[in-house]
C-alpha cells in the first residue's frame, strides 16, 4: 500500500523530463569526458611532432611553433600529452573490466547460490581486503617493475573484492523477488535466471559502481607511474610526465599543468557523468 | 452537540497541477468515527495527512480550510502545526512496524512524545497508564522492550497509545489494520472503537476493508477520484447504497456467510492526470447518460445525513449477490497431487523452525481447495513445497502417482508444466526489465513445442483468456495497474497449459472490486479448462467465493477439513470457530438475486 502511493507520488513528479535532459553540468563533463577520451585514445596518431624527438632548449616556454613549450629534455609537451593518455587509460580499463568480470561473477554466484560457495567467497574477499591496497601495488610494482601486466593484474586484485561485495548484495536483493521464484519454479538454470532475471534489474548498480571504480584506477595508474613503477622514463606518460617535468616547474609549468590538467578532467567528468546515470537510474522503472 | 473537526472544499494538487483532492467537505462530531473508504489512487491517504495539515512530497494544498478543535490549521505556520500534531490531532500510521522507531525503547517512545507536547507530565504513571489504555503491559520489562520485542498486534496498540497518549481531540487511523491477521484485527477495531467512545475522541479511519468499517464507524464516506462521492449512516449505506460506485465495492466483498459470485465493477480506476470530465465514475458506470459527462454532479442530500454525488441516484441497482454455479463434481481419475506427511523448516541446527508438521492432503482433478490460516500458519511453505522452491524435510509428495523431487530443477519438464504457481505480490512477480510478451513468450519457449510466430499467436490469445487487450503485450510491468499485472502472472502460469494452478495469495495485494474480478476469472477459467486449483488464501470470504473444499491450517498443522459448507457454517474445531466469529461481516439485505 505504502509502496503504490509512493509510487503513484512519483508518478506525479515531473519525472519525464529529468528522465530525458541533460543538466548543464552533465552536458559539459560528458563533453570534456570524449574530449580527454578521444585525445588519449587518438592522440598519438595526431600529434604534431614526434613526442621522442629532442626539438629544442628544455623548458622553453610556449611558443607559436611548440604551443605547451617543451619539456625536462627539449621534447615538445603538446605531442607528449597527446601520446601519453592510452597506456593510462588503456591499463585502468582493462584493470577495471577484469574487476567486473572476476569479482562479478564471483558476487553473483555468492549472492545467488548461496551454499558453502557464499561463506568461502567471501572470507577469501575479506583476506584480500585486510592488505593495503597500495602496500600490495607496491610490492608487486617493486617485484615486476615496469610491467604492464604486473600493474594490471595487481589492480584487478585490488578491485574486484569491492565488485564481488557490491553485486552480492545487489544479487541477494533481487534474489528474493517474486520474479526469480517464478523463474526457479519453471525449473531454469541458474546461469539463466543469472543473467536474464537477475543482472538486468541490477544493470543500474552496476553502471553506477564503475564509474567511480574506474577512477580509482586511473588514479591508481597514475600514481604508479608517477612513483616510477609503471612505464620506463623515455615512454611518454602523464603521470610520468609530472614527476619527470617537477624541476622545470618555474620555467615552463606547462609541462606538468598539461597532464595533470588531463588526469583531473578526465576522472571529475566522470564522476559527474556516473553520478548522472545513477539519479536517472532511481527514476526509471 | 460539538464540532470537532471541520473540512470544508479540501483541495489537493500535484505540483503540475492536476487536482489529486477536490473540494472535500468532512465533519466530525465528539466520539464519533468516521469511515473513509476508497481504493487506491482515490485520494483517501491524501484527505487523512491533510487533516493534520500535511501533504506528502510532490503535492500541495491549494484550497479549502481544516478546523480542529476550533483552530485553523492551514492558515498556521509548520512550526505552528507541528505543535498541534501529536497534541489536537494525532495520526495512527498504516505498518507499525515500519512506523515505530527501530532503536528507541517502547517507554522512551511515550516519554519522548509527551515531554514534547506535555512539558512536565510525563511521569511514569502517565506512561503506564497511556499503555493500559489500549490494554498493553506496563512492567518495567515491557517499557524496556525495542519494538521489534512486539508481536504486530502489540505494535498497532503501542501506536494507538502513541496516538492517544496527549488526549488529542481527532485521531486519524490510516488503514491500522490492513496487515494483521483477522483475529489480531478484530481486536484493534473493537479496541478502537471502545477508545473512541471511552475517550471522547473523534476518529477518521481510513481503510479499503467494508467489513472492518461496519465494526468501527457510525458514518462513511466513500471516495473516488479524489471525490467523496456518497455519505451516509454506515449500516444504511452497506445495505442500499445510492451511489453506484458504492453499491459495486459493497457487491465486490465476498462473504464467507453467503457464498456467491462475486459481480465487481467493470473497467479500472481512473489514476490522478487522467479523470474524466464530468462524472468520473460514469465510464464504469451501467446507468451513465449524456448528462453524466457534462459537468461534475453536485453532492446531493437523498435523506437526512445522507447525501450523494449522483444524477441517477434513483436508478442505482440494489446490492447484488449472484448464486455460485456450483461445478459439478470431481472426476473419477483419481487424486492429481498427494501430499503425505509433509514437514518443512526454515534455518540450520539451534535456529531451524518448523514451520509446517505432518500435513496430508489430496487435490482431485478439477477441484478448488483452499488452505486457509493466519500469517505463519505455514500455508505459503506448503505451496513453495509443491512448487518446487522449497525443499520439505520430511514427507512425501506425489504428482500423477509419480513422486515428486524436491527442487523443480530436479523434476522432469513434464512435471513442472503441468504445476504452475501464482505469487501473492503482483508487484514483483513479473521481471520488470521483461514485456509482458517476454514474460509470457518464456514457459510457451519451455514448454510447448510452437514456432517462433505460433508463440506470438498465443501469447495474444493468453492475454484475451485473462481478459486483457492485446496492446498490453509490449508493455512493461510498470505501465500496468495491479490487477492488470496479476491477470499477466496468471497468463504466465496458464501458458505452460497446467493440470494443476498453485494461487498463493493472490488477491491480497488487490482492491477489493479488483480482487472480485480476479476471484471472478480464476473460477472461470478453473471451469473452463477444468484445472485443479490449491487455493492458499487467509480471507474466508475469498475461500466462500472460489473453493469446492477447505483445510484450515493453524500453526503448521491441519486443524480442519472438509467442504466450504462444513467448515463455513458448521465449524466443529473451535479454532476454526474463533476464526469465523473474527471476519467482520459486512451487513447484508436479506435477498440473493
Not at chain 2, 159 to 187: F, H, K, N, Y
Not at chain 2, 218 to 223: C, K, T
Not at chain 2, 307 to 334: F, K, M, N, Y
Not at chain 2, 345 to 369: K, Q, S
Request: hydrophobic share 45%.
Amino acid at each position: 500500500m505504502t509502496t503504490l502511493v509512493l509510487r503513484e507520488a512519483r508518478a506525479t513528479l515531473p519525472a519525464r523530463r529529468r528522465r530525458t535532459g541533460l543538466t548543464v553540468s552533465e552536458w559539459v563533463a560528458t563533453s570534456l569526458l570524449c574530449l580527454v577520451l578521444g585525445i588519449a585514445v587518438f592522440g598519438p596518431w595526431l600529434s604534431p611532432e614526434n613526442p621522442d624527438a629532442l626539438v629544442g632548449v628544455p623548458y622553453s616556454g610556449p611558443s607559436r611553433t611548440h604551443l605547451l613549450g617543451l619539456d625536462e629534455l627539449g621534447r615538445d609537451v603538446l605531442s607528449r600529452v597527446m601520446a601519453g593518455g592510452r597506456a593510462v587509460v588503456l591499463l585502468a580499463s582493462v584493470a577495471t573490466c577484469a574487476a567486473y568480470i572476476v569479482g562479478g561473477v564471483a558476487g553473483l554466484v555468492s549472492g545467488y547460490v548461496r551454499s558453502w560457495i557464499d561463506p568461502v567467497i567471501m572470507r577469501v574477499i575479506d583476506v584480500v581486503l585486510a592488505f593495503p591496497p597500495i602496500l600490495f601495488l607496491l610490492v608487486v610494482a617493486t617485484g615486476a617493475p615496469h610491467s604492464q601486466m604486473g600493474l594490471a593484474v595487481a589492480l584487478t586484485i585490488v578491485q574486484a573484492p569491492g565488485v564481488a561485495r557490491i553485486l552480492r548484495t545487489a544479487t541477494l536483493e533481487a534474489s528474493t523477488r517474486g520474479y526469480v521464484e517464478a523463474a526457479a519454479a519453471r525449473g531454469e538454470s541458474p546461469w539463466y535466471i543469472l543473467l536474464r532475471e537477475i543482472v538486468p534489474n541490477i544493470r543500474g548498480v552496476i553502471v553506477a559502481d564503475a564509474g567511480p571504480r574506474f577512477t580509482v584506477s586511473i588514479l591508481a595508474v597514475a600514481a604508479l607511474n608517477f612513483l616510477g613503477l609503471g612505464q620506463r622514463p623515455p615512454a611518454a606518460n602523464w603521470a610520468l610526465m609530472i614527476n619527470e617535468n617537477q624541476g622545470g616547474l618555474t620555467a615552463n609549468p606547462w609541462a606538468v599543468l598539461a597532464p595533470a590538467i588531463m588526469i583531473a578532467v578526465l576522472t571529475i567528468s566522470l564522476n559527474v557523468v556516473a553520478d548522472g546515470v545513477n539519479r536517472r537510474r532511481d527514476v526509471a522503472v | 452537540m460539538s464540532r470537532l473537526l471541520e473540512v470544508e472544499d479540501l483541495r489537493v494538487e500535484t505540483t503540475a497541477g492536476e487536482a489529486v483532492v477536490e473540494g472535500v467537505s468532512l465533519y466530525l462530531d465528539v466520539g464519533e468515527v468516521l469511515g473513509l473508504v476508497g481504493e487506491s489512487g482515490s485520494g483517501k491517504t491524501t484527505v487523512a495527512l491533510a487533516l493534520l495539515g500535511y501533504v506528502r512530497p510532490g503535492l500541495r494544498i491549494v484550497a479549502g480550510t481544516v478546523c480542529v478543535g476550533g483552530q485553523e490549521l492551514l492558515g498556521l505556520r509548520e512550526d505552528e502545526r507541528r505543535r498541534v500534531r501529536g497534541r489536537v490531532v494525532s495520526y495512527v500510521p498504516q505498518d507499525a512496524g515500519k512506523a515505530l522507531n527501530p532503536s528507541i525503547r517502547v517507554g522512551d517512545q511515550l516519554k519522548e512524545l509527551m515531554d514534547l507536547h506535555l512539558p512536565g507530565r510525563s511521569t511514569s504513571s502517565q506512561v503506564a497508564s497511556a499503555l493500559e489504555r489500549v490494554s498493553l503491559p506496563s512492567s518495567r520489562e515491557f517499557l524496556r522492550r525495542f519494538p521489534h520485542q512486539l508481536s504486530g498486534g502489540q505494535q498497532q496498540r503501542l501506536t494507538l497509545a502513541l496516538a492517544l497518549a496527549c488526549d488529542p481531540d481527532v485521531v486519524v487511523l490510516d488503514e491500522p489494520t490492513t496487515g494483521l491477521d483477522v483475529v489480531t484485527q478484530s481486536r484493534i477495531l473493537a479496541e478502537v472503537a471502545r477508545l473512541c467512545r471511552e475517550a471522547g475522541v473523534a476518529a477518521v479511519f481510513v481503510t479499503h476493508n467494508l467489513a472492518a468499517i461496519g465494526v468501527v464507524a457510525s458514518r462513511l464516506a466513500v471516495m473516488y477520484a479524489g471525490r467523496i462521492v456518497e455519505e451516509g449512516p454506515v449500516h444504511e449505506m452497506l445495505i442500499a447504497p445510492t451511489h453506484p460506485y458504492t453499491s459495486g465495492l459493497v457487491s465486490s466483498v465476498p462473504l464467507h456467510r453467503r457464498p456467491g459470485r462475486l459481480v465487481g465493477i467493470p473497467g479500472t480506476a481512473v489514476g490522478v492526470g487522467d479523470r474524466p470530465s464530468g462524472c468520473a465514475f460514469s465510464p464504469r458506470c451501467s446507468q451513465s447518460s449524456d448528462a453524466c459527462t457534462h459537468g461534475v454532479p453536485a453532492l446531493v442530500q437523498v435523506r437526512p445525513g445522507w447525501s450523494v454525488r449522483c444524477i441517477h441516484s434513483d436508478r442505482t441497482p440494489a446490492v447484488v449477490r449472484l448464486p455460485r454455479d456450483d461445478q459439478e463434481g470431481a472426476g473419477d481419475r483419481g487424486t492429481l497431487l498427494e501430499v503425505i506427511g509433509l514437514h518443512a523448516a526454515y534455518g540450520r541446527g539451534l535456529r531451524r523452525h518448523t514451520v509446517v508438521r505432518n500435513v496430508t492432503f489430496g487435490v482431485v482433478p478439477g477441484e478448488c481447495l483452499a488452505l486457509v490460516g493466519e500469517s505463519g500458519s505455514g500455508k505459503s511453505t506448503i505451496a513453495r513445497c509443491i512448487a518446487g522452491l522449497h525443499a520439505p524435510s520430511g514427507g512425501e509428495l506425489r504428482f500423477d502417482g509419480e513422486l515428486l523431487a524436491p527442487r523443480a530443477r530436479g523434476r522432469s519438464r513434464e512435471v513442472r508444466r503441468r504445476v504452475q504457481i501464482v505469487f501473492q505480490n503482483p508487484y514483483d512477480s513479473l521481471n520488470p526489465r521483461h514485456t509482458v510478451a517476454e514474460s509470457l513468450l518464456r514457459p510457451l519457449e519451455l514448454f510447448t513445442e510452437l514456432s517462433g510466430r505460433q508463440a506470438r499467436t498465443r501469447v495474444l490469445e493468453l492475454l484475451d483468456q485473462v481478459r486483457l487487450p492485446a496492446r498490453l503485450a509490449d508493455h512493461y510491468p510498470s505501465e500496468l495497474s495491479g490487477g492488470e499485472r496479476q491477470r499477466v502472472a496468471v497468463a504466465r502460469a496458464l501458458a505452460a497449459a497446467p493440470d494443476l494452478l498453485l494461487c498463493d495469495e493472490v488477491t491480497s495485494a488487490l482492491d477489493v472490486s479488483v480482487q472480485a474480478a480476479v476471484l471472478a476469472l480464476l473460477s472461470e477459467l478453473q471451469r473452463e479448462l477444468r484445472l485443479a486449483m490449491l487455493f492458499i488464501t487467509h480471507d474466508l470470504g475469498v475461500v466462500a467465493n472460489i473453493a469446492n473444499r477447505v483445510l484450515v491450517l493453524e500453526q503448521g498443522a491441519i486443524r480442519e477439513e472438509g467442504s466450504v459448507e462444513e467448515i463455513l457454517q458448521r465449524p466443529k474445531e473451535r479454532y476454526t470457530q474463533e476464526l469465523l466469529a473474527s471476519v467482520p461481516e459486512l451487513p447484508v439485505s436479506g435477498q440473493i438475486a
